[in-house]
């Protein structure tokens, strides 16, 4: 039975992506724990400070269907090590004394940290290729509707019109600029160490750097300068970076989730015959994917602080620390993982966008969500202090007596000795009060081509 959401049968499929949970598996982790003693002893064989034949042996044991996972696991138990057991089972297998050389002059987490940064670049790939798709599928929806108009709003009421299409240029923005921390972040957190007991190299004498680095460049990481064992600001920031996405594709959800709502009805999720929204009433089309991706966006941000908490490290190494972070990551790339894989559904399955009722909307106040534009007008010819003052005693006479804020206006012999009534209408017309909207959907689709390419 699974004990984790992202592992059971009937939760899984949700709370997880296959690809991603494949990444963090056990099998994959020991894998890449094995690719590390593999490069290691490679290098050092090169180097002359090990014997060939035994780095080869090392090399074609080292895969993880040669091992017994189960096992690893009980031994890990009565040892209280997570890794002796994958070394002495590897040295096991290695004939002819080849064992005595696996784990040569390492430490335990030299391997444990660079196996989590392959891993992490096993996933980044994957994050990546989501992303820009996402953000490739906004764009065409941002650009389809440039001109759709819609009530803008500020506080949850209507403030000014704009366009549905500009709302989904922002989303498109935000999202280019988490590709760029992405590619600005990846020489600093694909990052290995082969640094040694307390991060000294003394197990290697004066051939450290050059074991470090061999190693290193054999399994596509860079080198660090020094030992990382308990700097843990590579975890954070790419921790940062998965709650920063998980922040924004959160909000995008959170934005559908209300844009839905029976009142507004502006935007709904994908919908197929089959999916059912309630148990008990019938009617009802939940948006389920967003409330999900919106949850898990959550919980990717609740884990930030138990990550915060793992970099609090004492001395050269600190257990107390560094095991949060076992369990913490590899949650938030599995529940990122699922979050991206869900948002693409939903705008690939179709975001069903209600043009008609976001200009029903739009036109609920009678038009006083121009009430600004004719401030300013008015403002030309009465100050912009006074003009606001009179726009502000014609709008909240409207409200009061529930006439048409066109009608209020046309009453008030302030505003009335100032336009006529077609010049009145004009500057109603929310089409024609959009500012730069259309124009910054097409420079961020514009500026950001290059976002949609690997």
């Known amino acids: 039975m ?56 090392i090399a074609r044991n080292s895969k993880v269907g040669l091992f017994d996972l189960e096992q690893l696991g009980r031994e890990s138990r009565e040892t209280g090590h997570v890794l002796v057991p994958t070394i002495r089972a590897l040295s096991k297998l290695c004939g002819a004394g080849a064992g005595e050389y696996v784990h040569y002059g390492v430490t335990t987490q030299d391997i444990l940290d660079t196996g989590l940064v392959l891993q992490i670049k096993d996933a980044w790939g994957l994050m990546l290729g989501k992303l820009r798709s996402i953000r490739l599928n906004l764009a065409k929806l941002a650009e389809r509707h440039k001109h759709t108009l819609m009530a803008a709003r500020t506080h949850g ?7 549905f299409g500009y709302k989904v240029a922002v989303w498109v923005d935000e999202i280019d600029r988490h590709l760029e921390r992405f590619q600005e972040a990846e020489p600093r957190i694909l990052v290995g160490n082969m640094t040694g007991a307390v991060g000294t190299m003394a197990s290697f004498g ?56 029976t009142e507004i009805d502006e935007v709904r999720e994908g919908f197929r015959m089959g999916k059912i929204g309630s148990s008990t009433m019938p009617h009802k089309q939940n948006p389920s994917t967003v409330d999900l991706i919106v949850a898990l966006a959550r919980m990717i941000r609740a884990q930030m602080v138990a990550l915060t908490d793992a970099a ?15 369990a913490a990551l590899p949650e938030m790339f599995v529940y990122t993982g699922a979050i991206l894989g869900r948002m693409d559904e939903v705008l690939v399955a179709g975001l069903e ?57 046309l009453k008030d012999s302030r505003v009335k000795t100032n336009f006529t009534p077609q010049a009145l209408e004009d500057l109603l017309n929310p089409a024609t009060y959009l500012g730069l909207a259309v124009a910054m959907v097409d420079q961020v689709i514009r500026d950001g081509t290059n976002n949609t390419q690997p």
Not at 157 to 163: E, N, Y
Not at 231 to 242: N, S
Not at 395 to 400: R, T
Request: charged share 25%; hydrophobic share 40%; glycine share 6%.
């Open 2 to 57: 699974a004990s984790h959401i992202t592992e059971s049968r009937i939760y899984g499929g949700t709370y997880s992506a296959p690809d991603f949970a494949a990444v963090f598996s056990d099998s994959n982790q020991v894998q890449k724990w094995l690719d590390v003693e593999q490069a290691l002893a490679l290098t050092q064989a090169e180097l002359g400070l090990i014997p060939r034949p035994a780095a080869e042996e």
């Open 206 to 261: 004066s051939r450290g750097f050059e074991v470090q680095k061999r190693t290193l460049a054999k399994l596509g990481l860079s080198e660090p300068r020094t030992s990382w064992h308990s700097a843990r600001d590579r975890i954070l920031e790419i921790a940062g970076l998965l709650v920063q996405v998980a922040v924004t594709l959160g909000r995008i959800a959170n934005e559908v989730y209300n844009l839905q709502r």
């Open 157 to 163: 009421q209507h403030a000014l019109p704009t366009t």
């Open 353 to 409: 966008v209600r043009e008609e009722q976001m200009r029903r909307n739009l036109d609920l106040l009678g038009g006083q969500i121009l009430s600004e534009r004719i401030m300013f007008v008015l403002g030309n010819r009465l100050g912009k202090q006074t003009a606001h003052e009179v726009v502000y005693e014609v709008a909240m006479e409207a409200k009061q007596h529930g006439i048409s804020f066109r009608e209020a206006l």
């Open 312 to 326: 609090f490290q004492q001395h050269e190494r600190d257990g107390t620390a560094w095991r949060i972070e076992w």
